[in-house]
């Protein structure tokens, strides 16, 4: 049965289940404010040739570490890289280093145009990773919401791993929702940039969602799992206790936690393959 606008609104609006995401999204900013004032960085490093491509950059404290490259999230719409530099003292203490990457928003950039920018940044990232303080064989890309969708669209990349957090996979229910009412995407769009419709690639991919999202979030996730597992692509998927669809992403640079210890143990392994 189809559902309705009602319905499908409801079920691409995170908030709705959330505890209080005004609370969360405001804490993102002072503690992303607080990362910049008192890590070494670099501000609004240029990765290509589109205004909105660029990037921080936090180096790791010893050459040769892994690098986690971040993409934010916000329905493709909303937040921006100045909100997604929290992560970083977590896992520039875990030994990362950490990049927020930027790749402009709807109504401004169409949707395969933010697609391409965070395939050209992560490419960056591998191809300069060695200036970065990396090394190209241990290049992560992690992002939550609309950002695990962007880095899912760059699968095929040489990463070393992925980590997609409260992920959309299949964009054909944005297409009758208010999320599309700034994006504008068509239905051969939707069919274009949704992962679940395209090859998955080779690098490991841990999927994670909170326990308080909606149900179409939960679906997802077990319909892109499942996905990857037929392609023969390596997949963890996580239900984290007691989380939603925007503090979990607190727990990327907490090794304390299920899916921070994660991300430590994919890096301790080492490099691809």
Do not use: I
Request: contains cysteine; neutral net charge; hydrophobic residues 45%.
């Amino acid at each position: 049965m189809t559902a309705t606008r009602a319905e499908l609104d409801r079920e691409l609006s995170p908030s709705s289940v959330a505890v209080d995401a005004q609370a969360t999204l405001a804490r993102y900013r002072l503690l992303s404010q607080a990362a910049r004032r008192d890590l070494t960085h670099r501000v609004d490093v240029r990765y290509g040739p589109h205004p909105a491509e660029v990037l921080h950059h936090f180096p790791p404290r010893r050459p040769g570490a892994p690098l986690l490259v971040f993409v934010h999230g916000g329905h493709w719409q909303e937040s921006s890289k100045e909100d997604a530099c929290f992560p970083a003292p977590g896992l520039v203490a875990a030994g990362f280093g950490y990049l927020a990457l930027g790749y402009g928003l709807a109504p401004a950039r169409r949707l395969p145009e933010m697609s391409a920018s965070v395939r050209r940044g992560l490419a960056w990232a591998l191809d300069q990773a060695r200036a970065l303080g990396g090394r190209e064989d241990a290049v992560f890309a992690a992002g939550s919401s609309a950002g695990a969708h962007l880095v899912a669209m760059a699968a095929d990349l040489p990463l070393a791993g992925m980590f997609l957090l409260s992920g959309l996979y299949d964009l054909a229910p944005v297409v009758d929702s208010y999320v599309n009412d700034a994006l504008g995407l068509t239905r051969v769009e939707a069919r274009e940039q949704s992962p679940l419709l395209r090859p998955p690639g080779e690098a490991p991919v841990l999927l994670a969602v909170g326990e308080h999202e909606t149900g179409e979030y939960h679906r997802q996730q077990r319909r892109y799992a499942a996905w990857l597992r037929r392609a023969g692509t390596p997949v963890t998927e996580l239900v984290v206790a007691g989380r939603d669809h925007f503090d979990l992403l607190f727990d990327l640079g907490d090794p304390t936690t299920e899916l921070g210890a994660a991300v430590v143990r994919a890096a301790e392994r080492g490099s691809r393959g």
